[in-house]
Nanobody, 120 residues
Framework: QVQLVGSGGGLVQAGGSLSLSCAAS????????MGWYRQAPGKQREMVSL???????DYADSVKGRFTISRDNAKNTVYLQMNSLKPEDTAVYYC??????????????WGQGTQVTVSS
C-alpha cells in the first residue's frame, strides 16, 4: 500500500502561480511514477503531469510550458509548479502514484485532492 498526502493549491488570479506537493509513504519502493490528475466539475479526470523514478516527465498539452513537475527522492515527494494559470485550470487536483508489483501488475493510488481555483 502507498499513502499520499498532498498540499498546496488555493485561489489565485489568472496569470498567477501556485504550487502543489505530494509526499508518499508506505511501500514506496514499488512506485514507478508520481504526479497529478485533475477533475473539473462535469468533466472526466485527466492527467496533468507525471514523473517517473528515473526523472522522465509527461505533461498534458494544455499545461506544457506553464507547469513544471519535479521530485525529491530523498523526501519521496513530488512538486508541481503552476505558472501563468488560466481559469480553465480550475479543478480539484489529485496526487497519483503508480506502483508496480511483479506478478500483479500496476496499481493507482490517490491523494485526498486539493482545490485549485483561478479567477478571471
Amino acid at each position: 500500500q502507498v499513502q499520499l498526502v498532498g498540499s498546496g493549491g488555493g485561489l489565485v488570479q489568472a496569470g498567477g502561480s501556485l504550487s502543489l506537493s505530494c509526499a508518499a509513504s508506505g511501500n514506496i519502493f514499488s512506485i514507478i511514477a508520481m504526479g497529478w490528475y485533475r477533475q473539473a466539475p462535469g468533466k472526466q479526470r485527466e492527467m496533468v503531469s507525471l514523473i517517473t523514478t528515473d526523472g522522465s516527465t509527461d505533461y498534458a498539452d494544455s499545461v506544457k510550458g506553464r507547469f513544471t513537475i519535479s521530485r525529491d527522492n530523498a523526501k519521496n515527494t513530488v512538486y508541481l509548479q503552476m505558472n501563468s494559470l488560466k481559469p480553465e485550470d480550475t479543478a480539484v487536483y489529485y496526487c497519483n502514484a503508480k506502483s508496480l508489483t511483479p506478478g500483479w501488475g500496476t496499481n493507482d493510488y490517490w491523494g485526498q485532492g486539493t482545490q485549485v481555483t483561478v479567477s478571471s
